[in-house]
């Protein structure tokens, strides 16, 4: 009974200067960056440091494992889709304005090139990340060099958007999302190949979206992919109109060797 215990006020006094030491301490110092997310091809890995009483930041960047066992199995497997000539499908009826004696892509070109070059310039879309952000899961934002600020991105289901016939050597694409003052409607498309790299060019390369379909797919579906319907998918022309984006400067993929057998393809489409 008689034995005397710590008043409350000295614990807490005592503990907060603790961790106000702990916090000191190791603000400015990054933890060990976390073994890598896979044991074989491209993963990520994460570190972090205390940058105050209730936040922590976090850094993230790709890690490579020796390649995985199936990747040349893979490399070298012809994807079926690639070689059946699929037309998608779509309720405008294409067909219906498809002249066979008339060069209708060239058209086209002609007709659109000044004027969605003026309407992409205004649309200021980010630039493609040269790696797949793994992390859009669960954290959207991708920092962008180009203008020094975050953008939103989301993970494109390559099925239900028909891509699988649109950019048929694709294993994953992004879109950017439409954020608040922005002067368009449009949106940057990327796409990656099955290593996670940027496909910066031939028919797998992403191409920006004049309408996104985030506002309607409707639209979208007129203005972004009947023109690659009537251009009978020849990337080479509708690629003119709709560059990829390369504005990071990233590796050039695929090789020469690749390209050009996509251009025999195309001009045997």
């Known amino acids: 009974l008689g034995t005397k215990f710590p008043t409350k006020s000295s614990q807490v006094s005592s503990t907060e200067s603790s961790v106000k030491l702990q916090i ?7 933890s060990p960056w976390n073994p890598c997310s896979v044991t074989c091809g491209m993963g990520q890995q994460e570190r972090s440091r205390d940058c105050g009483s209730a936040c922590r930041e976090m850094e993230t960047q790709a890690c490579y494992g020796k390649p995985c066992y199936d990747d040349g199995i893979r ?5 079926s889709w690639e070689y059946q000539n699929v037309i998608p499908d779509s309720t405008l009826r294409p067909k ?3 002249n066979p004696e008339k060069d209708v892509c060239k058209r086209w070109m002609s007709c659109n090139k ?3 070059a003026s309407y992409l310039k205004r649309a200021a879309l980010p630039s493609c990340p040269c790696l797949y952000p793994l992390h859009l899961n669960y954290n959207p934002k991708v920092w962008d ?8 991105w989301l993970e494109v289901d390559l099925k239900s958007e028909g891509l699988y016939a649109y950019k048929p050597s694709a294993k994953f694409c992004i879109r950017s999302k439409l954020y608040k003052g922005v002067q368009t409607l449009a949106s940057q ?3 990656y190949d099955n290593e996670f790299k940027l496909i910066t060019r031939g028919k797998g390369a992403g191409t920006p979206n004049l309408i996104s379909p985030e506002m309607s797919p409707e639209l979208h ?5 009947n023109p690659w319907i009537i251009c009978k998918g020849d990337w080479s022309r509708y690629n003119q109109i709709l560059p990829p984006d390369n504005g990071q400067n990233c590796s050039t993929n695929p090789d020469d060797n690749v390209i050009l057998q996509q251009r025999i393809d195309s001009e045997n489409y």
């Not at 000191?24 to 990054?30: F, K, M």
């Not at 060099?145 to 939103?152: A, L, M, S, V």
């Open 96 to 98: 219906d304005f498809i």
């Open 145 to 152: 060099p180009q203008t020094k600020q975050h953008f939103n």
């Open 75 to 79: 490399k070298k497997k012809k994807f």
């Open 221 to 225: 579906h007129k203005l972004d992919i």
């Open 24 to 30: 000191d301490a190791s603000s400015n110092e990054w």
């Open 189 to 191: 498309m990327c796409c």
């Open 114 to 116: 000044d004027t969605i």
